[in-house]
């Protein structure tokens, strides 16, 4: 019987396409590039600096965010500080708004304990789900777990704060890589919500939210 249910956030309840866009769009008007090249180079950076951090001794996103900003700053000569890209970048993730059919976290709530894990750090993680009145009963972050999704470390830590038995919980992600095998390596049943029906052969997996409540009760 299902008692509890995680969510990973971003890509999962907040929508996070083009996530360096903005960014990468003011580096662009201080520079003489073209915003495509660097959202480019930003994301090839990205899967750089941020590939098996979760195996490395921890340290929050920012100080990933600020060795790849300043590899942009050398390269486009950008006028700007690291901290201060990066504190305009966390303040554009922080206004990604909710798909819509996260309204249905207003229902589950009332019957399941909710809680929500992302690897982000609390600034910004922190006032997306403010803004987005998104409801939950718990939220865990990479920062204050100061451990990443898949290590089965912060899935351990927020199943502690719900005190529920992990085979009462599901965990729903859209990751196959961080998401499922990271649920699947701490003994949770892992959902993945597959928007861009990228992996039809993966159960089990939902298109959107709203199809998750007959799912739950099908478990």
Do not use: W
């Not at 309840?13 to 915003?35: D, W, Y």
């Not at 798909?99 to 709530?109: E, K, T, W």
């Not at 830590?157 to 085979?167: G, T």
């Not at 890589?177 to 928007?195: C, E, F, T």
């Amino acid at each position: 019987m299902v008692r509890g249910i995680i969510f990973d956030l971003f890509g999962t309840i907040v929508s996070n396409a083009r996530l360096f866009r903005p960014v990468c769009s003011k580096m662009a008007q201080e520079s003489s590039a073209e915003v495509v090249e660097i959202e480019r180079d930003f994301v090839n950076l990205y899967g750089h600096y941020f590939k098996d951090c979760h195996k490395m001794p921890f340290q929050p996103e920012r100080y990933y965010y600020y060795l790849l900003i300043s590899d942009l700053i050398d390269k486009y000569d950008l006028p700007g500080d690291m901290e201060a890209y990066c504190n305009f970048m966390y303040d554009s993730f922080s206004k990604f708004r909710a798909y819509p059919d996260a309204r249905i976290l207003r229902a589950i709530v009332n019957k399941y304990s909710v809680a929500i894990l992302t690897n982000a750090d609390n600034s910004f993680a922190e006032k997306v789900v403010k803004r987005n009145k998104i409801p939950h009963h718990f939220l865990l972050t990479s920062e204050s777990a100061r451990s990443y999704k898949p290590c089965e470390v912060i899935f351990e830590k927020l199943l502690s704060m719900m005190e529920i038995e992990k085979r009462h919980v599901i965990f729903v992600g859209d990751s196959i890589q961080v998401d499922m095998l990271g649920a699947s390596a701490a003994g949770i049943k892992g959902i993945l919500i597959d928007r861009s029906r990228s992996y039809l052969d993966f159960a089990p997996r939902i298109e959107s939210l709203e199809e998750l409540p007959s799912l739950l009760e099908s478990l």
